[in-house]
């Protein structure tokens, strides 16, 4: 069957090349103001603190951090949802706080969210249909009926939901059908990119493996880059090529996601992969743990020098006062750990990570 695909847009005189990446985010900060109660002091919250990353066409690209290390909102200022205190976000070479408007609108055809919530972020008063197919008369694409019916009957096979389910309410599915519901009307336009915030961490542990797997089988056959926002290091091996890891604003370590499970580079990824479950008692005997010590600090008031030191067995005097840099070590990888490089050595942390 016909996908009936929309048009690509246009290049524009605001893009650039088609050999630039798809995505490139460059010296990202997004600072919020804030106050406790009402007289209390004015502190800036530094949710994004200096991001730099590029995803390419078809490039599943993973970011993954504790919570409150600023994931959701690097994912709301890559979808333009969010204005950037400083720094750019680029898509297809556009720069996505400087086009008009006009092509900002046609632009976000091309990148789409899927949230963690399939519960709030679906309108509980629309059926599936109206829910899948509200992106194409906010374009004006699929006027006719017909049209659109096979363009939605099209997206419901994709995520692996039944025809017949067209003229049924949020609350009638699981969900896991509700996350399906979520990708189908992500897919409706026909994006390039799919930003994807933490979107199995609502359901069910079985459940999440066949999203997991939905999203694998999307990517391959829609040919589509991923933008891929995780708390859970494991999930992010099965999806990702490529895998950042944030640490209080800031990304700590970016690696290839073989190379970041067999070879962390960084204390903080160590202690991540550390802290994942094994199944198998005797791997697990066998397994020097690193485990993360403390809470993690504030982003109103994150530590001098290296931002991870209060929580970091390795620091040394002067990981207090220097702030380390995203460097290049021997394995490939990228971390901005200049005391604890692990390329030579093998890694403790590794052994019996959960498939
Ligand atoms: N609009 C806002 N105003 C003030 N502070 C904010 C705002 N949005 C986010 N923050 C703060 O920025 C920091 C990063 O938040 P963010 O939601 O991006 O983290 P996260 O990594 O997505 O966390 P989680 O895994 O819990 O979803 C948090 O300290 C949060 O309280
Ligand atoms: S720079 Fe120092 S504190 Fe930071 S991760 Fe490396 S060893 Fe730890
Ligand atoms: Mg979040």
Redesign the pocket.
Same mark, same amino acid.
């Given at each position: 069957m016909t996908t009936l695909r929309p048009p690509r847009l246009r290049a524009s005189p605001w893009g650039r090349l088609a050999t630039c990446p798809l995505l490139e985010v460059k010296g990202l900060k997004k600072h919020?103001a =804030?106050r406790t109660g009402l007289f209390g002091p004015r502190t800036l919250?530094r949710?994004v603190d200096g991001v730099d990353f590029s995803v390419a066409a078809q490039e599943s690209f993973a970011v993954v951090?504790? =919570?409150?290390?600023?994931?959701?909102?690097?994912a709301r200022l890559v979808l333009a949802l969010e204005t950037p205190t400083e720094g750019r976000v680029m898509f297809d070479g556009n720069d996505l706080n400087g086009v008009p408007p006009k092509r900002l609108r046609a632009l976000r055809r091309e990148f789409q969210a899927v949230f963690q919530d399939p519960f709030s972020s679906l309108d509980p008063r629309m059926t599936v249909a109206d829910i899948v197919c509200e992106p194409f008369a906010i374009h004006g694409l699929y006027r006719g009926p017909a049209l659109r019916s096979r363009r939605l009957d099209f997206l419901l096979d994709a995520v692996g939901l039944a025809r017949g389910h067209r003229d049924r309410y949020p609350h009638e599915f699981s969900g896991g059908q509700r996350q399906r519901i979520g990708i189908a009307r992500a897919l409706a336009m026909d994006p390039r990119l799919l930003v994807l915030d933490?979107p199995l961490s609502a359901l069910d542990v079985s459940i999440q493996a066949q999203i997991l797997n939905l999203l694998k089988d999307l990517q391959r056959d829609l040919r589509l880059a991923y933008l891929f926002i995780s708390?859970d290091i494991c999930v992010v091996r099965h999806l990702a090529g490529r895998v950042a890891v944030m640490y209080l604003g800031v990304i700590v370590e970016l690696s290839e996601a073989e190379g970041l499970f067999r070879d962390p580079q960084h204390p903080y990824t160590e202690a991540l992969l550390s802290a994942v479950p094994i199944p198998d008692p005797s791997a697990r005997r066998g397994r020097k743990r690193a485990l993360l010590s403390g809470e993690t600090p504030?982003?109103a008031a994150p530590p001098a020098g290296c931002r991870f030191h209060p929580r970091c067995r390795y620091a040394v005097d002067s990981c207090k006062t220097q702030v380390p840099k995203l460097r290049e070590t021997s394995t490939g990888a990228s971390s901005a750990c200049p005391v604890r490089p692990f390329a030579s050595r093998p890694s403790e942390a590794a052994i019996g990570v959960r498939p």
């Open positions: 919020f =804030s919250v949710a951090g504790e =919570s409150g290390c600023g994931k959701t909102t690097l933490e708390h504030s982003p």
